[in-house]
């Protein structure tokens, strides 16, 4: 049946997706419009009827908004062909000192109490021991004995940090295990350069708890080979 209602008002707001889109911007094109356009509105054409004209407005209100989601949003910025975007986050320069450096000593600055020999086999120097032997395997640098000669000084301490009340690491509590903390000194201006850590994993048995001990010092000497690379 035929609506008596010869005009159809599209000049009011029609929402789609959450966006308010104007209808008379939208039918702008008078292919798409229902109708001829009188006084700012579309008047039905003969014989057609307002449900037949609702469907031709929501057909254009689909139309605009698919070519709105395809189309890139105002300003914005677009890499060059062939280049990559700078968007991502931006890596801070690693000192170069210490690629640059010749000669290192390392410092043994202990280990808190209670690790020797239980959980830990050994003496409290047996972190010191492991890691000289790694670097001098490694053979980046020259292992000096008098920190004066050195460019370096890497201070190794193992801790045992004291967990906190109700400790929940899922909650951004700090790891309470016992951690390698190896810190990289100039020695010349004795500023700290830059600083690696790595935490031994709990266990249970003796075994396991060396077992992790070695592995935590290996990951020590796997970190400064990476930092070196970085500051080629």
Known sequence: MTTPISVVKLRAGARATKAVI??????SDEAMAPGPKVGGYW????????????????????????????AAPAGAAHAPH?????????EGPAPPGIFAAKKVFLSNAGADSGLFP????????????????AL?????????????????VLELTLTAPTPPPGFNG????????????????????????WTVTESIQSAVVQQTHDRNFDEAIALVVKDLKSLVERTR
């Open 22 to 27: 104007r209808a008379e911007v939208l039918c």
């Open 43 to 70: 008047r039905l054409a003969e014989g057609e009827t307002m449900k037949s004209a609702r469907w031709e407005l929501l057909a254009c209100v689909g139309v605009m908004c698919v070519i709105g989601m395809g």
């Open 82 to 90: 062939g280049q990559q975007s700078t968007s991502g986050p931006v």
């Open 118 to 133: 239980h959980p830990f086999s050994g003496r409290p120097e047996r972190a010191y021991n492991e890691l000289y032997a």
């Open 136 to 152: 001098k395997e490694w053979g980046r640098w020259e292992l000096v004995g008098d920190p004066g000669e050195a460019d370096l």
């Open 170 to 193: 899922s909650k951004g509590a700090s790891n309470p295990w016992p951690m390698f903390r190896l810190a990289i000194i100039d020695r010349k201006s004795h500023y700290l350069l």
